[in-house]
């Protein structure tokens, strides 16, 4: 049981004033005086820029989680582990595959950038880690594997494939998150959730015991839900009734709305600089 956890974001599409922006997503976690980066966002100067204004030492960083491999989450990773040498680096072993976005017909590569791809496969097997179930990173901050996809609502969020001609789909099997567990319930922490939101809640209830949910925070790739999984999604969240909800990145801009329709004061939407204590 964690005493105090603090969520500071660094990267995201929004930021506050004097902060950078860039469509990615990257947290830090000091959680039982342990440092964790989850994501890298998209190029390495946002996150360079931004940690240094916030004071963000990420020296002491002694483990990077990579929610999955598209290059939004994963292109500062070379700058990430020059500036912690000794960090170990957990992630699925799919976050390496060739992925693209194919709309009207038009492939755009959106995997591992090369730079990232080759400061991982550089690393020792002892610091490279591939997870495949639920594992705690450091004490305390538990990462979930692969997510089951059991809601029949749910999809990845977008036309994503493994080939440029789109037909291979891309199931994004890498996909993960982080929870951890305080005094007054569980902290979820979600990159872009391609799994489902509903499917990783699902997961880490069950793993958790149905401890009370103190807080989601992160991307939850609503941005093409439709009516049906929106709604199927509020029920899910009435349910579990997290006293805080912080949506980013990925979310979109009419699904927060609607979040703020249905709970209110609850919805803090996230950006840049912002930082959560929990």
Known sequence: MLKEVTITILVDNLAREGLAVEHGFAVLVEAGGRKILFDTGQTGAVLGANADALGADLSGVEAMVLSHGHYDHTGGMPL??????GAAVWCHPGVFAPRWSVRDGQPREIGMPPAAREA???????RLRRV??????????????????????EDTGGPFFLDPGGTKPDLLPDDLSLWMETPEGTVVLTGCCHAGLMNTLMLVRNRTGGRP?????????????????????????????PALIVPCHCTGEAAVGVLQGAFGEKVTPGAAGGMMRF
Do not use: C, K, Q, Y
Request: charged share 15%; net charge positive; glycine share 10%.
């Open 80 to 85: 990430a582990l020059a500036r912690a040498p």
């Open 120 to 126: 991982l496969t550089a690393l020792p097997d002892g």
């Open 132 to 153: 495949t179930a639920p594992v705690p990173a450091v004490p305390g901050v538990w990462i979930t594997g692969p997510v089951p996809r059991l809601d029949p609502f």
């Open 213 to 241: 949910l103190r807080a989601l925070f992160g991307g939850f790739h609503l941005v093409n839900a439709g009516d049906r999984r929106m709604a199927r999604t509020l029920e899910t969240l009435r349910t579990l009734n």
